[in-house]
């Protein structure tokens, strides 16, 4: 046997090896490539609460007509302004939104839960922009232009590599996710349920978590105060 075949008959068992068609456990794989928005700012919880009433507002136009109650069922900073965001989304579509609970209304919950994953996840980033920058980098070094063409290409590139990476949040990727639901219902089934999964930032991690929230907060102030016998 030549040492050509020798190598194709050994590479083809290493293949075979590779393949194999039992395995006592299901094998780990990766779910496709998907894009997750990180929630950054006060204003994106307004971005969400538009989310919502865009989704629930085509249900809520056939639902009974009814009046809505919107309560978050966490006391979070988070579910309060995503509360208040919702009521004026709800009330410039046009629905009527009460204070308070009143009998026949549609109640609007806003259920938020925190996961916090370990802190040393992969970082996987997007994928193009070494290769963008290298061509960038190859056309401007090997061919001659003059000083004003390069100043403008560079400009140019400048702005490319700023639309291209906008979309991607800066940073590690966050070890804390918030899975938020809102549901529409009554006292005897859902006319509408939506859920939808952010980043958050982990500094801001109190944001979201109440019960966090709470530990952190500082301790109320103690006053001595010293007795005299007279």
Request: contains cysteine.
């Amino acid at each position: 046997m030549g040492i050509r075949a020798a190598g194709a008959l050994a590479a083809g068992l290493l293949l075979a090896g590779c393949g194999t068609p039992y395995s006592p456990v299901p094998v780990a794989t990766n779910f496709p490539s998907t894009q997750q928005p990180k929630v950054q700012a006060a204003a994106h919880w307004a971005v969400i609460a538009r989310h919502m009433a865009t989704e629930m507002g085509p249900t809520l136009r056939t639902a009974p007509s009814r009046s809505l109650y919107v309560e978050p069922l966490q006391s979070s900073v988070f579910g309060k302004g995503v509360k208040s965001h919702l009521v004026t989304a709800l009330v410039n579509d046009g629905f009527v939104v009460v204070k308070n609970p009143v009998p026949g209304a549609l109640k609007i919950e806003l259920d938020t839960q925190v996961v916090a994953f370990s802190a040393d996840r992969p970082q996987y980033r997007y994928n193009g922009l070494p290769t963008a920058l290298a061509s960038g980098a190859w056309v401007l070094t090997s061919i001659q232009h003059s000083p004003e063409w390069l100043l403008t290409a560079g400009l140019y590139g400048y702005d490319a590599h700023r639309w291209f990476t906008a979309q991607f949040a800066p940073g590690a990727t966050p070890k804390t996710e918030m899975i938020v639901t809102v549901s529409v219902a009554d006292e005897q089934r859902y006319y509408a349920r939506n859920t939808s999964v952010y980043y958050t930032s982990d500094e801001d991690l109190a944001l979201y978590d109440a019960a966090l929230a709470a530990r952190l907060a500082p301790a109320p102030a103690s006053k001595t105060f010293a007795v005299k016998d007279h």
